[in-house]
């Protein structure tokens, strides 16, 4: 089983860098996970560019912290299990925190999408909210593959080694800048702490520059504003185990878009 992790697709840059990598290398995978939560002007997603996102051949799209942003989102969420919101906001919020989608072939994989508490909106607690579904999704498939969202290193390296061995890969969203930690950990769980982004490298984490250094010399609200120009993408090569669903391999991707 081979899968293809997208990180955190900015605004239209990033949409049409993922566009391009997916006409040419689309073939290559059974089954396609990106990030979306940033995908609208860098602030959430709407339905139209879910919808647009899934015609090109992406499986799942998970989320985070600014799935919230649109809020005509909401009622997509609670019918379309193919965007997923965090597992662990509070029960009766829209939306799914996992789904299980069948590969091109013909597999089951599950995608959970979960988000951090340390710099981030205090929320359910990860760790135990993925105790609650955990056992009756691996009765399903062996090949579970979980996007934890979060801006602390410390608590992604945690919840990978908390998961080893019960999930296939863990891998790292939120902060848009690719670490270079791939690897199997002890279990054959596969593990990065940040995928990275997809969108433009001429600014900071896809936004321009003159639209975020003056917050860091005036600590004043400003508009963020879309980066251009440098487009990369970023993201994971992930080949899982037939028999035991644990991670084989595990290879990072950056690639400019020239280089598709």
Request: proline residues 3%; charged residues 25%.
């Amino acid at each position: 089983m081979r899968i293809l992790v997208v990180g955190d697709i900015v605004g239209k840059p990033g949409r049409n860098t993922l566009k391009a990598f997916l006409s040419k290398r689309k073939s290559d995978y059974d089954f396609i996970i990106v990030n979306g939560e940033n995908a609208a002007a860098g602030f959430g997603i709407t339905e139209k560019l879910a919808e647009e996102l899934l015609s090109w051949g992406v499986n799942v799209i998970t989320s985070g912290n600014h799935i919230w942003d649109k809020r005509d989102i909401y009622e997509y969420l609670s019918w379309n299990d193919n965007l997923i919101r965090p597992l662990n906001y509070p029960k009766g919020v829209p939306g799914e925190g996992y789904t299980i989608k069948t590969a091109k072939n013909g597999e089951k994989v599950a995608v959970i999408s979960m988000q951090g508490r340390v710099f981030m909106p205090p929320i359910d607690c990860p760790f135990q909210r993925i105790e609650d579904v955990i056992d009756e999704i691996r009765k399903e498939t062996k090949y579970v593959i979980v996007d934890m969202h979060a801006e602390a290193s410390s608590e992604k390296v945690a919840i990978g080694w908390y998961l080893d061995g019960r999930v296939s890969a863990v891998y790292g969203t939120h902060t848009h800048i690719q670490t270079a930690d791939e690897r199997i950990l002890h279990e054959g769980t596969g593990y990065i702490t940040d995928v990275g982004m997809t969108g433009s490298t001429n600014g900071i984490i896809g936004m321009t520059k003159e639209s975020i250094i003056p917050k860091f010399l005036t600590a004043l609200p400003q508009k963020f504003e879309i980066a251009t120009g440098a487009e990369k993408m970023n993201g994971l090569d992930i080949t899982l185990n037939s028999e035991t669903g644990m991670c084989d391999k595990i290879e990072r991707i950056n690639l400019a878009v020239e280089d598709m």
